[in-house]
């Protein structure tokens, strides 16, 4: 019984920052994403009576133990879920650039839940896929769909509620996503970490609270109306406010590194020129720079000419989980 699958990584528009539940990865606030065609991760499960514990390969090698552990701890919820006692092969390509801010475990966590599922001749439905995807990695659960996706929050303790829904295709909307690789140094405070730091010590935390709400309803509009001017002020927006809560953390901490400001500032001056682009970024130094298909060259170029900027990488709207043989 074996089965492959494909999912992509997505980036947050409006972000997932703090979770209610460590466990379950039970977001604070809802959220929303674009799937992109670019990155993606292919993984193959093969369930095996013979095995006495699963085995994970990662690009090829046998992966290191602590990723092997990460893998079978998830893989143990989705034989929970299954009623299943076998252990696995699982085979997994990451076509994911390394220390691109790019989250790999969102398409990683994805693609094993969907490949398992298939491999064991479940049916499931994209929302339980979703939910048993959010338990490997929170952003894995909008990996499921392509396109334009809502991460809702839900308000149950076992999270049964809290999973993602698709709002637009990936041919509904034809925009781009440039993501900028600068030049940077390892961050020191990672995204779990920053995320339990600025929920428990942020006074700004609560403010985020009460305004991210509004935004993805703004983000959801605009959208739904095709408003690259709406939407890239909200998202914008939203990116900033996030950051904040993280400045005024305690003790504080900021994912920016010079060459970030490089990026913002540039994005700036090409809206004074008229061309609309618009910034996000996630919990690490690079930005992500959304533009309309049209302006894509004029964007591309003006990036890539910033000193500090190590590359470009152009991405566009990509699908949700897909099955093979690839």
Not at 76 to 92: L, M, N, V
Not at 119 to 144: H, N
Not at 248 to 255: E, G, R
Request: with cysteine; net charge neutral; aromatic share 8%.
């Amino acid at each position: 019984m074996e089965a492959t699958a494909r999912a992509h990584t997505n980036i947050a528009l409006i972000k997932y920052w703090g979770k209610r539940d460590e466990k379950l990865f039970l977001p604070m606030n809802s959220s929303l994403s674009i799937t992109l065609d670019r990155f993606y991760t292919t993984t193959k499960v093969a369930f095996d009576s013979a095995l006495k514990a699963d085995v994970f390969f990662l690009n090829g090698k046998p992966a290191i133990d602590a990723e092997t552990t990460k893998i079978s701890r998830f893989m143990d919820k989705i034989r929970a879920f299954a009623g299943e006692k076998r252990y696995a092969y699982i085979e997994s390509q990451n076509e994911v650039p390394i220390a691109a801010g790019l989250a790999s475990s969102a398409s990683g966590m994805a693609a094993l839940a969907a490949a398992a599922v298939k491999a064991l001749g479940i049916e499931v439905d994209g929302r339980t896929l979703s939910i048993l995807a959010r338990q490997g990695s929170g952003s894995a659960c909008r990996s499921i769909y392509g396109g334009f996706v809502e991460w809702q929050k839900g308000e149950k303790a076992d999270g049964s509620d809290s999973h993602a829904v698709p709002l637009l295709s990936e041919d509904d909307w034809d925009l781009s996503i440039l993501s900028c690789l600068v030049e940077s140094k390892q961050k020191k405070v990672s995204s779990r970490e920053g995320m339990k730091r600025t929920v428990s010590t942020s006074p700004f935390y609560k403010a985020w609270l009460e305004t991210v709400e509004t935004d993805l309803a703004a983000a959801k509009s605009a959208i739904a109306a095709r408003d690259f001017t709406m939407l890239g002020r909200v998202l914008e927006a939203n990116a900033l406010k996030m950051h904040a809560t993280t400045i005024s953390a305690n003790p504080p901490f900021l994912y920016w590194q010079s060459a970030t400001l490089d990026v913002m500032q540039e994005v700036a001056l090409l809206r004074e020129r008229g061309i609309e682009a618009y910034f996000t970024i996630d919990a690490g130094p690079n930005v992500k720079v959304l533009c309309e298909r049209k302006d894509e060259e004029t964007v591309y170029h003006a990036l890539s000419a910033i000193p500090s900027v190590r590359e470009v990488l152009v991405c566009h709207p990509g699908p949700g989980i897909q099955y093979g043989p690839f």
